[in-house]
């Protein structure tokens, strides 16, 4: 089945620093790549997501990138701000599979004011 | 952050006893889902169902059962047979399992008393 690594587990940074989190998978038939923002105590969102059909896609202050070659995509937020601390979970799954994605550990995001 | 609901929000368990964790949603999604989550680790999937009556295990479905009489409902039944159940379960939903955007409740947090 898919495994999917994420990297780094924690990371900190400056309000206004730009934060990047990288994942790989393992399963090369996997076409679909969501991001999801969960706060202390809350229930996960997505927040952006990606296709195999196209390698970046920018939301205001969110990017997320995909290399389908390398198996890895990445989530890349600029300047920073403390509202953005929480935990971040990227996934991957497959076509008629979509809703079944494997996810990765998270990445415990802290902006510093 | 409506239309998909669970409780309670809190939930103690004794030693060899069952306990039925709800997960109701109003958004008419076919395919639900049933995740834990513990700390430092990413969401492991118990169980899905794509559509009434049909359910599916997932990665970590020893100790638990579930049922999906209706469409709205999946509730998920921690047994005995599971040795370790603390942690944070999340249920999900979306259109179809081939649609990729899951929406998520609030989650439950078992304890072991």
């Known amino acids: 089945g898919e495994n999917v690594e994420q990297h780094p587990s924690t990371l900190s940074v400056q309000e206004g620093d730009s934060a990047v989190i990288k994942c790989t998978y393992s399963?090369?038939?996997?076409?679909?790549f969501p991001w999801y923002k969960q706060e202390l105590g809350k229930r996960p969102q997505l927040i952006i997501d990606i296709r195999s059909n196209v390698g970046e896609k920018k939301d205001q202050r969110i990017a997320v990138t995909l290399n389908k070659t390398a198996k890895h995509f990445s989530l890349h937020i600029t300047e920073t701000q403390p509202e953005d601390s929480a935990v971040y979970f990227c996934a991957a799954s497959e076509g008629t599979n979509a809703g079944k994605s494997t996810f990765g550990d998270g990445t415990t995001l802290t902006v510093k004011p | 952050d409506g239309g998909i609901t669970q409780s309670p929000k809190y939930l103690f368990r004794k030693e060899g006893q069952n306990v039925t964790l709800s997960c109701e949603q109003n958004?008419?999604?076919?395919?639900m889902y049933w995740y834990r989550q513990d700390p430092g680790q990413g969401l492991r999937l118990i169980y899905y169902?794509?559509?009434?009556?049909?359910?599916q295990k997932g990665d970590i479905a020893e100790g638990y059962s579930v049922s999906r009489e209706k469409k709205e409902s999946f509730p998920l039944t921690v047994t005995s047979a599971q040795k370790n159940p603390t942690a944070f379960y999340l249920c999900?939903?979306?259109?179809?399992?081939?649609?990729?955007?899951?929406?998520f409740g609030p989650g439950t947090r078992l304890l072991v008393l």
């Open positions: 169902s794509q559509i009434v009556n049909d359910f």
């Open positions: 399963d090369s038939a996997s076409n679909y």
């Open positions: 999900a939903s979306s259109m179809a399992l081939s649609q990729e955007t899951q929406y």
């Open positions: 958004l008419n999604h076919d395919a």
